[in-house]
């Protein structure tokens, strides 16, 4: 049996491999990323790509995220399709993300702090609850 060849076509150029895999494995090797919020695992459908030529039957979860209309019109999950033979894959520029991974410096704000706290033993006429005691303690 031949090797699988794929070429993936984009506006950033022609990119050729001949390897077996996920289209979006596939993809990434010859530096191309697709979206995959899901990691790959077919849940965020993301990832839609439109191959031309022989690829695997449609999986469940492609029949699960995909439209009838969709399917009908050659979509399909890269996650989730794989190619049997030569097969084109046309990726439009909008769904490309450069370099495969967006960096953001986020500052953490939690909404809850740690805080240690030496709170006075109650006496027989102190009448304040462990919770004011807190707030006491704390200064709120």
């Known amino acids: 049996m031949t ?3 794929t070429t993936f076509t984009s506006s950033g ?22 979206p995959s919020l899901c990691g790959g695992r ?25 439209s009838a209309g969709e399917l009908a019109g050659g979509v399909r ?20 993300e450069k370099g495969g991974y967006t960096e953001i410096a986020v500052t953490p704000e939690p909404l809850v702090r740690k805080a ?3 709170l006075p033993v109650p006496a027989p006429h102190d009448d304040l609850s462990d919770v004011e005691r807190v707030r006491k303690t704390l200064g709120a």
Do not use: S
Request: aromatic share 4%; glycine share 8%.
């Open 3 to 5: 090797m699988p060849r």
């Open 13 to 34: 150029g022609t990119h050729r491999i001949e390897q077996e895999g996920t289209f979006i494995d596939l993809a990434r090797q010859v530096g191309l990323y697709l």
């Open 42 to 66: 077919g849940k965020c459908a993301k990832c839609r790509c439109h191959p031309r030529g022989p690829v695997t039957e449609p999986t469940p979860l492609e029949v699960e995220l995909l």
């Open 77 to 96: 999950l890269a996650c989730q399709a794989r190619p049997l033979g030569e097969v084109e894959v046309a990726i439009e520029e909008e769904v490309l």
């Open 116 to 118: 240690f706290l030496d």
